[in-house]
C-alpha cells in the first residue's frame, strides 16, 4: 500500500511561485510514475503534469513553460514547482502515483492508483 501526502498550497499573488510537496509512504518501489493533478470549482479534474521512474516528464499546455516536476526518490518525495502562478492557476492540487510505468495522460487520472488528500492553492489577481 502506498500513501501520498500533499504540502505546500497556500494563497499567493499573481506572478509568485509555490512549490508544492507529495510525501510518499509505505511500497514506493511499487511506483513507476507520479502526477500532479489539480481541479476548479465547477471544473473537472486535470493532470498538470506527470514524471515517470525514468524521468520522462510531460505537462498541460497550460502550464508548460512555467510549473515543473520533479521526484526525488531518496527523500521519497515528488514536487511541483510552479512560476508565474496565475489567477487561473487557482483549484485544488492532487498528487498521484501509478504502479504502470507509462507517464500518466492528459485526463482526470482515472487510471493513477494512488491518491493524496490535495492541496488548495489560490492565486490572486
Known amino acids: 500500500q502506498v500513501q501520498l501526502v500533499e504540502s505546500g498550497g497556500g494563497l499567493v499573488q499573481a506572478g509568485g511561485s509555490l512549490r508544492l510537496s507529495c510525501g510518499v509512504s509505505?511500497?514506493?518501489?511499487?511506483?513507476?510514475?507520479m502526477g500532479w493533478y489539480r481541479q476548479a470549482p465547477g471544473k473537472q479534474r486535470e493532470l498538470v503534469a506527470g514524471?515517470?521512474?525514468?524521468?520522462?516528464?510531460n505537462y498541460a499546455d497550460s502550464v508548460k513553460g512555467r510549473f515543473t516536476i520533479s521526484g526525488d526518490n531518496a527523500k521519497r518525495t515528488a514536487f511541483l514547482q510552479m512560476d508565474s502562478l496565475k489567477p487561473e492557476d487557482t483549484a485544488v492540487y492532487y498528487c498521484?502515483?501509478?504502479?504502470?510505468?507509462?507517464?500518466?495522460?492528459?485526463?482526470?487520472?482515472?487510471?493513477?492508483?494512488?491518491w493524496g488528500k490535495g492541496t488548495l492553492v489560490t492565486v490572486s489577481s
Open positions: 498521484a502515483a501509478d504502479k504502470r510505468g507509462t507517464i500518466p495522460p492528459m485526463g482526470g487520472g482515472a487510471g493513477m492508483d494512488y
Open positions: 514524471i515517470t521512474r525514468g524521468g520522462t516528464t
Open positions: 509505505g511500497s514506493i518501489f511499487s511506483i513507476n510514475a
